[in-house]
Each structure stands twice: as C-alpha cells, then as structure tokens.
C-alpha cells in the first residue's frame, strides 16, 4: 500500500501495517510465502483487538493480511504453507467480514461485493495433489494455461459474485506475477 492510502486508513488498521513478507511468514516452519515488501494491513492482528473487553470465550479468525490498491480495491489474502482446509478457509473469510462491518470500517455486504476480491495462496510444493510428477505437472500447467482459466480450488470460485468480487487461488509462482509484481508496479507508477 502507498503512504497515501495508508494515511486513510482507521488507526487499528495503520497500527498493524507490515510487510506482505512478513503477513505472509509461516512462523511454524520458519518459511515465507513470498519476499514482497509491500505494505499490507496484518489481519491476524485485528481479531485479538476487536474482541478485547468483549468477554468472549474465543477470538474470530481471520485472514492473513488485507491490501488497499491506489483505486480503492481491497485484496484478502490468506498464506497456507502447509495443509488446508475448507471449512477453517470460509470460517476466517467470514469471521473477517463480519469484523468489518462490526467495526464500521464497511458499510454492506453490497459494499464487500464491489469492491473487495480474496487471494488464496497456498505452497504448491507441499499441496498440489493434482502434481503428483513433474512430467503431469507439465500437462497439467500447460492445460490450464490454453484454457486460459485460474484453477479455483476449494470452492472458492463459488464466493465471487456472492462474497467478493473476484477470487483467486494462486501457487506462490502465481500470485508473485499475478498480484506482487502488477501492485509493485502500481505503487512505483502513482
């Protein structure tokens, strides 16, 4: 994010600024999923925050990190390193969202429609099923590039339109040149 968008930002949102780097870092295994030094907003944090002196027995979930472009678009973004799955996926989208228009910072679902998009980035090293060698990993990438299509796994596809305006699921190679590099651009360009 820019200092300009930053500077609009609510301040629990500017008090949990870091890098994609950073959000992005599997603390387990000591891994990032990508070295990015763009600013985001680091949504792990915002939970612990928004339920402190609520009396819940338990925190929402979140999403890793939250990304404003220079146009006014937001980017969820959830790191997975390892295994996955879908139900911990949509309870983080959810419990994200809810956070949102509970805190005001969004107004409607109808607001969230147009204008926010998720990004599921998962280690393709680790969890590629469909990648079993890399002789069909080849035929499988070069399918998927002729098709000219994004594989949407787990489902998310089916919360574009409903949820958000646009989903991805990207490798790490992907959302480097998919996401990374055009948001670089955008930043050096403003």
């Known amino acids: 994010m820019t200092d300009k968008v930053i500077k609009e930002l609510p301040d629990i949102f500017i008090d949990n600024i870091c890098t994609m780097k950073k959000a992005s870092t599997d603390s387990t295994n000591k891994e990032t ?29 979140s999403n890793d990190a939250l990304y404003k472009d220079i146009n006014g678009k937001w980017y969820f973004i959830e790191f997975k390193n390892g295994s996955f799955k879908q139900n911990d996926m949509y309870r983080k989208i959810y419990d994200s969202l809810i956070m949102l228009i509970d805190m005001k910072i969004i107004n409607t679902f109808e607001d969230i429609r147009n204008n926010f998009c998720y990004i599921f980035v998962y280690n393709d090293e680790k969890n590629n099923k469909a990648q079993k060698t890399e002789s069909l990993g080849k035929i499988y990438a070069s399918i998927q590039k002729n098709a000219q299509q994004e594989a949407k796994i787990m489902g998310i596809g089916n ?28 930043e050096t360009c403003s």
């Open 33 to 61: 999923m990508t070295e990015s030094l763009i600013k985001v907003i680091n949504f792990d944090k915002i939970p612990n925050i928004y339920a402190k002196g609520r009396g819940w027995k338990a925190v929402p979930k």
């Open 159 to 186: 919360l574009e339109g409903y949820l958000f305006k646009e989903t991805h699921t990207y490798s790490k190679e992907q959302f480097e040149n998919k996401f990374i590099h055009l948001m670089e651009n955008q």
